[in-house]
């Protein structure tokens, strides 16, 4: 997991190349006025799904994670709750990482809160437990781009 804000990418240094040319991509091309869904940025290795969606409360929410594509998470406008563990999924109540690359659980083990707000990023990595749209107070609207990248793209 690494996380940041689209404004202030000096601050990660570290940050693999091609991540920041995809975040890059989002601060260049999407505005308010980009409308919903899928957006290519390099076929179906690279793309952006744009989102106005609803914050609920944490225990609401269920956790989730990829086998095939890492996640850019980039909150556009609002605040969200976005939880993570640092330890492997438990049980998997759905799993359609085959069809989907999508597999839920109810939460992760020991899971941790950070709060993000317009502009501020976090990059999930396959296998990385995650539970999006957490409310901060009362549930809330939030636009957000979520970069999918095949991580067979990254240079090893």
Not at 35 to 53: E, M, R, T
Request: include cysteine; charge should be negative.
């Amino acid at each position: 997991m690494i996380t940041g804000n689209i404004h202030q990418l000096h601050l990660v240094p570290y940050l693999p190349a091609a991540l920041r040319e995809a975040i890059e991509f989002v601060k260049q091309n999407i505005t308010a006025d980009t409308s919903l869904g899928k957006h290519d940025i390099c076929g179906d290795d690279v793309f952006v799904l744009i989102s106005n969606d609803s914050t609920a409360p944490q225990a609401e929410r269920r956790a989730e994670f990829h086998a095939r594509y890492l996640d850019i998470q980039i909150v556009l406008n609002g605040t969200e709750g976005m939880t993570f563990s640092n330890l492997p999924a438990g049980y998997v109540d759905t799993d359609w990482l085959a069809d989907k690359d999508i597999a839920f659980l109810a939460a992760g083990e020991q899971e941790k809160t950070m709060i993000m707000q317009a502009g501020d990023f976090v990059v999930f990595y396959p296998g990385e437990v995650h539970k999006p749209l957490c409310a901060v107070g009362e549930p809330a609207n939030v636009r957000k781009a979520v970069v999918k990248m095949d991580v067979s793209v990254l240079p090893v």
